[in-house]
C-alpha cells in the first residue's frame, strides 16, 4: 500500500468510533470511512478502472470527494478535480488535456455534459459514475457499491511514485496546464505541515476552500493521516465559517487571506468569540499587518503567515513572535526547503536584491503533465520557479513584492503593486484594494487602483492622493481611482488583476 492509504487505514485501526470526516451536518468515523473507502476501490476495479487511469471529477465539497481521493491512492489511478460549475467547454478542454478516461460526478453535473458524450467526450470511453441517484442509465455509486460485501480486501497495485491528482493551474479555461501531485508528494506536504503547526491527533481540522484545490486536498489528509478529524465546508460563506469553527470546536485551519479580512470584520460586527482555535494559518497572498494583528487579538491563537504556490506547497512559514519583529516579510523557509532570489541575467541576487523567487524543496510537482518543454522552462535547476518576485534580507527572511506580469511599467521605471496597496490600506476606510495598470500614451502604463470600502465607510479622492503623496514617490503616484463592491477574486480568494481593466468603470 501507499504511504497515505497505509497510514490511513492503521489510523482507522487504532480508533475505529473517532469521527474521521464531518461534512454539512453528516459524519462517518474511521471504521465507516475505511469500509466505504475499501469497499468502493474494489468496486471500481472490478468496473474496469486500472492503475494509471485518469478520472475526471466534477464534485462539491463532500464526504464521498474525500473519500474518493483515499480511493485513488488505494488503486493508483489519478483525480483530475474541476470546478463543477465550469462551463462544459472548459470542462471537455480541461479533461481532453489530462487524457480523462472516467467521470466520477454529481448527477446535477453529470446532466449538463451528457448530452456531449459521443461529441465533446468521446475519448471518455470508461465509467461514468454519479454519486447520488440519477434518472439516466448512468451507474451510481449506491447501486454499484452494494455489489462489494463490506468485510475489508487489501487491493494491491498502487506505489507511492503514482500520480495522486491532476490539479489545474489558475485559469483552466484558458490553455489548461495540469500539475502532476504524486502520492509521495502529497504526504510530504501532509508531514512538513504536521511538523510546521504541531498537529496531533486531538486536532479538528477545517478546510474551508473547494477540493479541487490542492490547499483543501491538504487540509483533510492532514487529520486523516495524523488521527485527528476533518471538518470540511460544502462551500465557504463568513458566517458560516465562524459556525463551523464554533460548533465542530475546530482548533486548526490554513485560510486565504481574503477570508479572514472578511472574518475579522464579522467577529467585530457581531462582537463574538472564538475560542476552541489553536492555530491559524494565512495562505494565498500576503495579509495586511494591521488586519493581522487584528486577527490574533480576535481570534485568541496562534498566527502563521506562509508563501507558497500549488506546484511547491508551503515553501516559507512566519509565526507571532517574529512577525512582531519581521511584520512585512512571510517568513523563513519551511524545514527541507531552500530559497533564493534570481536575477534577469541569471544569477542569485544578493541580500535585499529584488528578484524572481525560486524554491527547492521535498514538496516540488511532478511537472506538468505531457508539457516537458513547459516544466522545464519552469526550473532552474532543482528550483522551481515561482514568477513571483520578492527579496530575502540579512537574516534570511523572505519578502514577496508581486507578481512578475502585474508589475507596472510606468515611463520605463517599474512599479510593484504591493507597495502601493500597503499605502492605501493604511486608510482605515478601505477593506480592500489592488493596484494595476492602465494603458497611457505617454508613459506607456499610468497607474490605476480599484479599492473596496468598508461597510458604512467613505473617503474622498483627495485624502488619499494626499496619503500616496506624503508615502510614495512621483512615480507611483495613481492617477486613477476606482471604485468595486468587491475585487475579482478566483476560487482561492486570489485577486484576478487581469479582470480589473475591464470591469473598473465607476472613479472616485
Not at 444 to 464: D, Q, S, T, Y
Amino acid at each position: 500500500m501507499t504511504k497515505i492509504v497505509d497510514t490511513f487505514y492503521q489510523n482507522a485501526q487504532i480508533t475505529p468510533d473517532k469521527i474521521a470526516v464531518y461534512c454539512n451536518g453528516e459524519s462517518k468515523t474511521y471504521l465507516q470511512l475505511s469500509t466505504f473507502v475499501n469497499r468502493w476501490s474494489r468496486v471500481l476495479i472490478k468496473k474496469g478502472i486500472k492503475r494509471g487511469d485518469s478520472v475526471g471529477v466534477l464534485l462539491p465539497n463532500s464526504i464521498e470527494f474525500v473519500a474518493l481521493i483515499l480511493v485513488a491512492s488505494e488503486i493508483g489511478v489519478v483525480l483530475v478535480p474541476l470546478n463543477p460549475f465550469l462551463p462544459v467547454g472548459a470542462i471537455h478542454k480541461a479533461f481532453e488535456a489530462a487524457d480523462v478516461k472516467h467521470i466520477i460526478a454529481q448527477s446535477n453535473s453529470l446532466e449538463c455534459i451528457l448530452p456531449f458524450k459521443s461529441t465533446y467526450f468521446s475519448f471518455v470511453d470508461g465509467l461514468w459514475l454519479s454519486i447520488d441517484e440519477n434518472d439516466t442509465a448512468i451507474d451510481s455509486l449506491q447501486s454499484i457499491i452494494e455489489t462489494c460485501n463490506s468485510q475489508f480486501e487489501a487491493v494491491l497495485g498502487a506505489n507511492d511514485d503514482d500520480p495522486l491528482i491532476l490539479t489545474m493551474t489558475s485559469g483552466s479555461t484558458g490553455d489548461p496546464k495540469p500539475i502532476i501531485l504524486k502520492q509521495i508528494t502529497k504526504f510530504n506536504r501532509v508531514q512538513a505541515a504536521v511538523e510546521l503547526y504541531k498537529i496531533t491527533t486531538d486536532d479538528r481540522i477545517l478546510a474551508a476552500t473547494p477540493l479541487y484545490h490542492s490547499l483543501a486536498e491538504r487540509l483533510v489528509l492532514i487529520p486523516l493521516l495524523t488521527g485527528g478529524t476533518s471538518v470540511l465546508m460544502p462551500r465557504y460563506s463568513t458566517t458560516e465559517w465562524l459556525r463551523y469553527v464554533n460548533e465542530q470546536l475546530v482548533t486548526f485551519t490554513i485560510a486565504v487571506s481574503s477570508q479572514l479580512r472578511t472574518i475579522a470584520q464579522k467577529i467585530e460586527m457581531n462582537d463574538q468569540t472564538i475560542t476552541s482555535l489553536r492555530c491559524v494559518v494565512s495562505s494565498s497572498e500576503r495579509i495586511d499587518p494591521l488586519i493581522k494583528a487584528d486577527l490574533i487579538s480576535k481570534l485568541h491563537c496562534e498566527f502563521h503567515e506562509c508563501y507558497g504556490a500549488s506546484e511547491i506547497a508551503i515553501a516559507t512559514n512566519l509565526d507571532n513572535e517574529w512577525s512582531k519583529i519581521k511584520i512585512q516579510s512571510v517568513g523563513k523557509p519551511a524545514p527541507g526547503v531552500d530559497v533564493k532570489i534570481l536575477l534577469e541575467n541569471n544569477t542569485i541576487a544578493p541580500v535585499g536584491e529584488i528578484g524572481e523567487i525560486i524554491c527547492k524543496t521535498p514538496m516540488i510537482f511532478g511537472g506538468y503533465y505531457k508539457r516537458p518543454l513547459l516544466t522545464e522552462k519552469a526550473m532552474w535547476g532543482d528550483y522551481f520557479k515561482t514568477g513571483d518576485l520578492g527579496k530575502i534580507d540579512v537574516d534570511g527572511f523572505l519578502y514577496f513584492v508581486g507578481r512578475s506580469k502585474d508589475i507596472i511599467i510606468t515611463g520605463g521605471i517599474n512599479v510593484y503593486p504591493q507597495d502601493i496597496e500597503i499605502v492605501i490600506l493604511g486608510n482605515t476606510s478601505i477593506l480592500e484594494c489592488a493596484a494595476f495598470a492602465l494603458p497611457d500614451e505617454q508613459l506607456g502604463e499610468k497607474i490605476a487602483i480599484a479599492i473596496v470600502f468598508k461597510p458604512n465607510l467613505k473617503c474622498g479622492k483627495r485624502e488619499l492622493r494626499q496619503l500616496c503623496a506624503e508615502l510614495l514617490a512621483d512615480y507611483q503616484q495613481p492617477r486613477e481611482y476606482y471604485v468595486l463592491d468587491e475585487l475579482p477574486k478566483n476560487n482561492v480568494g486570489k485577486v484576478m488583476k487581469n479582470a480589473l481593466l475591464s470591469i473598473c468603470k465607476i472613479k472616485l
